[in-house]
């Protein structure tokens, strides 16, 4: 249990760390002395540690969550100090951005549920009602599924200008989809529903038109990056709502700059697979190569994936930065 005299002794540190996380405002550390900078580092690896005696006692769960959010705070200005660079980009996706995926995991997963839910709407509506499925889909689309006739032929006779396009497509709807978040979550959940429903709808189509197999080569081998990158830029809208929304014990403003970042990093980190989808989506997936070579590709796509976000970064966490993290997956 933890001692009034250990928290007496304790709290001078906690308020001087806030102190220095409010003084460098705006302006982050260059607000800061170099005195205080040092400081700023010391008080931060204190404040982890009283934080790790904090969670021994469920009777101090009300002063853990506020040292979790102040660690949070604190982390967030020590990382926007640094000075980017090659070594930083590299660092960047070598461990921050599957460590701060793995931390905030819960609202890709909520993004994804959304999604799901709508996709089973539109293929079920679909399904029941002719009427819906041309609804969504538009007269030439529809025609063209009937003729059975896939509309991503086209992409094979301009294969570059393609990938490209849909690259830069990709990209908008996932940074979109991110920027929405400051809707309450409202705007995210919209995107979310919006394209899991014209999912449902092209997957009742394709199979009753008996082209259930050749949508499934064309959407898996890019989309086993693509629509992940969209759950996570989604994910971390709801990162930003949850800011705007439940700040606990932070100002809002400040709730709003923790989580805002870490959605920030999450919608960061999916653009290279966002190129990678784009690359494979207009040179292989519209391709005459065999399914079972495509469905081959798409699983190893996907095991790199899985392998990448789930493992990398573990062994090189230090001690404070393994407690940041742990404090976002308990405020999920």
Request: charged share 15%; net charge positive.
């Amino acid at each position: 249990m933890i001692s009034a005299r250990w928290l007496e002794k304790r709290k001078p540190h906690w308020h001087r760390l806030e102190a220095i996380v409010r003084q460098s405002g705006r302006r982050g550390v260059s607000a800061l002395s170099y005195r205080e900078i040092q400081e700023l580092g010391l008080l931060y690896r204190q404040v982890a540690s009283d934080l790790s005696s904090m969670r021994q006692d469920p009777a101090d769960r009300r002063l853990a969550a506020y040292l979790n959010q102040l660690l949070a705070r604190a982390h967030n200005l020590i990382y926007m100090g640094r000075r980017a660079g090659t070594g930083g980009i590299w660092l960047f996706y070598r461990r921050t951005f599957p460590q701060v995926f793995r931390a905030t995991f819960n609202y890709t997963l909520a993004a994804f549920v959304m999604f799901l839910a709508a996709a089973m709407v539109g293929l079920l509506g679909a399904l029941g009602d002719a009427s819906f499925q041309r609804f969504f889909l538009g007269p030439e689309m529809s025609d063209t599924i009937a003729r059975h006739q896939m509309w991503t032929e086209s992409i094979l006779t301009i294969k570059p200008l393609a990938s490209s396009a849909i690259m830069t497509n990709n990209l908008a709807v996932s940074f979109a989809t991110f920027a929405l978040g400051i809707t309450a979550g409202m705007g995210t959940a919209y995107m979310m529903a919006v394209n899991g429903l014209l999912i449902g709808v092209i997957t009742a189509a394709c199979w009753q038109a008996g082209m259930g197999l050749s949508l499934a080569g064309f959407v898996a081998p890019h989309g086993v990056l693509e629509l992940p990158s969209i759950f996570i830029a989604a994910g971390a809208g709801l990162l930003v709502a949850r800011g705007l929304l439940f700040p606990g014990s932070l100002p809002r403003r400040e709730a709003l700059a923790v989580y805002g970042g870490l959605g920030v990093r999450l919608a960061l980190g999916i653009i290279p697979l966002l190129v990678i989808a784009g690359i494979v989506e207009g040179f292989v997936s519209p391709s005459d190569l065999p399914l079972a070579a495509k469905f081959v590709f798409a699983a190893a796509l996907f095991g790199s994936l899985t392998l990448y976000l789930g493992r990398t970064g573990r062994s090189s966490l230090k001690p404070e930065e393994k407690q940041i993290l742990r404090s976002a997956q308990n405020d999920t």
